[in-house]
């Protein structure tokens, strides 16, 4: 099992995500850092939509993710902080 964490420091926050690697798949999904977004539970619903699918899925799932929820905010992060924070994961950078 390898274990991945990627940092991103956005304009105005820091995005950090790691997660366990087992067999091409992704578990234990955490996402962590210094940014404000609200609804507070989006995290864990993100960290739950990434769990358990193939690491080259988890780039498409994010903004799959983003793109159905219109009503969360996050000012000075957006989608693209995440996704690099997860590609310097993927990388591990």
């Known amino acids: 099992m390898n274990h991945h964490v990627g940092e991103h420091k956005a304009r105005k926050g820091l995005v950090r995500i790691e997660f366990d690697e087992e067999n091409g798949v992704a578990r234990h999904v955490k996402i962590t850092g ?25 780039e498409v799932l994010m903004d799959e993710f983003f793109a159905v929820r219109m009503d969360v905010e996050m000012p000075f992060v957006n989608v693209e902080d995440f996704k690099i924070a997860l590609k310097k994961a993927i990388k591990g950078e």
Not at 34 to 58: A, C, K
């Open 34 to 58: 210094d940014f404000f977004i609200h609804p507070e539970e989006t995290i864990h619903e993100l960290e739950e939509t990434l769990e358990g699918h193939r690491v080259e899925e988890l």
